[in-house]
């Protein structure tokens, strides 16, 4: 069982950053981890993932380019540095661990509670 706990959310204008934090429970974190989002009225939505060991990731087209997802399996910490923040980036931001890398959030097995992001314009 591993339990993740997101931070680093918060109240932003339009063109700053944040960066988001994924702290995983447990002595390691072998898992491949997504970072969804959810604005109300909308579904979730895969933002990016990054695989086991970092070697693979990947980004929904509406971040690519402003987000960056990395990880430090040594601190069990995954992270999603946000730039050029849109009000449309404004969300619930959840991470998500599983066995393999993916977009679609059924395979993800963990969840965390939530992190809010808001984008001022």
């Known amino acids: 069982q591993v339990q993740v706990v997101e931070s680093g959310g918060g109240l932003v204008q339009a063109g700053g950053s944040l960066r988001l934090s994924c702290a995983a429970s447990g002595r390691t974190f072998n898992y491949a981890v997504g970072w969804f989002r959810q604005a109300p009225g909308k579904e979730r939505e895969f933002v990016a993932g990054i695989s086991r060991y970092g070697s693979s990731t990947n980004y929904a087209a509406s971040v690519k380019g402003r987000f960056t997802i990395s990880r430090d399996n040594a601190k069990n910490t995954v992270y999603l540095q946000m730039n050029s923040l849109k009000p449309e980036d404004t969300a619930v931001y959840y991470c998500?661990?599983?066995?393999?890398?993916?977009?679609?959030?059924?395979?993800?097995?963990?969840w965390g509670q939530g992190t809010q992001v808001t984008v001022s314009s």
């Open positions: 998500a661990a599983g066995p393999f890398l993916g977009t679609q959030s059924a395979r993800y097995d963990y």
